[in-house]
């Protein structure tokens, strides 16, 4: 994709969606991190399920701590990986009592300090909660990436560092949302709609697809 096929893109999706959110569901930057860190290898609709019970009984570090690592592997026993995960977010909500007086801290330094918080986790907060202009690269906006010609890379970090270079600064913020609803429910892994696909015109598979029809 040169810069004007990519001006168009997201020219496209921003017409489309103009304000988009995560599909996580939450009501403060605790329970972002909370939810965040339970969606590894987990769809955000298993997430939602569990979390709408566990936040009316834990939506702050200390709440969550007094549950227990026995208590909140209950709650979201639901939840693949429940077990690492809760033993994950009790030692994370320890840390940010002891370190950051129960405030979820604005850093990525901070942030990936924290116990089952990695660089993609972190993005996420940081995009979602404080609205830095980052890309928490999954499996959706690695594929994306690279399927479209947007950011082409062999690791999710490659593909990061493309698209903060390629993408205008004007979609920064909303980016990394635009990518992953597209990846989820168009440009999906084994049968892209392309068809159905707004932004096909400016895609390199999109348009590799119409010059074999033509």
Same mark, same amino acid.
């Given at each position: 994709?040169?810069?004007?096929q990519?001006?168009?893109?997201?020219?496209?999706?921003?017409a489309?969606?103009?304000?988009?959110?995560?599909?996580?569901?939450?009501?403060?930057?605790?329970?972002? !991190?909370?939810?965040?860190?339970?969606?590894? $290898?987990?769809?955000?609709?298993? *997430?939602?399920?569990?979390?709408?019970?566990?936040?009316? !009984?834990?939506?702050?570090?200390?709440?969550?701590?007094?549950?227990?690592?026995?208590?909140?592997?209950? $709650?979201?026993?639901?939840?693949?990986?429940?077990?690492?995960?809760?033993? =994950?977010? /009790?030692?994370?909500c320890?840390?940010?009592?002891?370190? =950051?007086?129960?405030?979820?801290p604005?850093?990525?330094?901070?942030?990936?300090?924290l116990?089952?918080?990695?660089?993609?986790?972190?993005?996420?907060? !940081?995009?979602?909660?404080?609205? %830095?202009?980052?890309?928490?690269?999954?499996? =959706?906006?690695?594929?994306?990436?690279?399927?479209?010609?947007?950011?082409?890379?062999?690791?999710?970090l490659?593909?990061?560092?493309?698209?903060l270079?390629?993408i205008p600064a %004007?979609?920064?913020?909303?980016?990394?949302h635009?990518l /992953? !609803?597209h990846?989820r429910?168009?440009?999906?892994?084994?049968?892209?709609?392309?068809?159905?696909?707004? *932004?096909?015109?400016?895609?390199? =598979?999109?348009?590799?697809?119409?010059?074999?029809?033509?």
């Open positions: 994709m040169n810069k004007q990519i001006l168009g893109f997201f020219k496209t999706l921003r489309a969606n103009p304000s988009p959110q995560t599909e996580l569901e939450y009501a403060s930057v605790f329970e972002l !991190l909370a939810a965040v860190l339970l969606s590894a $290898q987990a769809t955000d609709v298993s *997430v939602n399920k569990a979390t709408r019970r566990l936040f009316l !009984l834990a939506a702050t570090p200390q709440q969550m701590l007094a549950l227990g690592e026995e208590g909140l592997s209950e $709650q979201i026993r639901t939840i693949g990986l429940f077990r690492s995960k809760a033993r =994950h977010l /009790i030692a994370t320890g840390l940010l009592i002891e370190r =950051h007086g129960g405030q979820v604005r850093s990525r330094e901070a942030l990936e300090a116990p089952g918080v990695g660089r993609k986790t972190a993005n996420v907060v !940081l995009n979602c909660a404080f609205g %830095e202009p980052t890309m928490a690269v999954d499996t =959706h906006l690695f594929r994306v990436g690279n399927r479209t010609g947007l950011a082409s890379g062999k690791t999710p490659a593909v990061e560092m493309a698209l270079k390629r %004007e979609f920064l913020v909303d980016a990394h635009w /992953i !609803l990846g429910y168009v440009c999906k892994a084994r049968q892209p709609l392309c068809a159905q696909c707004k *932004v096909a015109e400016f895609c390199d =598979h999109g348009r590799r697809l119409q010059s074999k029809i033509a």
